[in-house]
């Protein structure tokens, strides 16, 4: 069975850092995208940003862009957000996302694994 594991998120100041982590096990790293959606109370999921493993490639939210940073550490079948400059509208529920990169667009929110959500509170 395909597992993520996310960690990372927490209570931060606005134009604070956090780095959201996901470890992922049952798959071949190498073949997959990974990343995070989020979502807000009364809002929609967003796609934040995701990485193919296979190629390198990201995306991100316009949203997010100039602001956060994704990277993977192929040996460590783990990805990584470091969250910097954040706004109180960076506070959601993060979720760590992970399918195929060739059956996949980046960050599709039809992507099949999904893991438990992170918390991330950005306070004004």
């Known amino acids: 069975d395909v597992q993520l594991q996310a960690s990372g998120g927490g209570l931060v100041q606005a134009g604070g850092s956090l780095r959201l982590s996901c470890t992922a096990s049952?798959?071949?790293?190498?073949?997959?995208?990974i990343g995070w959606f989020r979502q807000a109370p009364g809002k929609e999921r967003e796609g934040v940003s995701c990485?193919?493993?296979?190629?390198?490639?990201?995306y991100y939210a316009d949203s997010v862009k100039g602001r956060f940073t994704i990277s993977s550490d192929n040996a460590k079948n783990t990805a990584y957000l470091q969250m910097s400059s954040l706004k109180p509208e960076d506070t959601a529920i993060y979720y760590c996302?992970?399918?195929?990169?060739?059956?996949?667009?980046?960050?599709?929110?039809?992507?099949?694994?999904w893991g438990q959500g992170t918390q991330v509170t950005v306070s004004s």
């Open positions: 996302v992970a399918d195929s990169a060739e059956a996949r667009r980046l960050c599709s929110p039809t992507y099949n694994y």
């Open positions: 990485i193919s493993s296979s190629d390198g490639s990201t």
């Open positions: 049952g798959l071949t790293f190498d073949d997959y995208a």
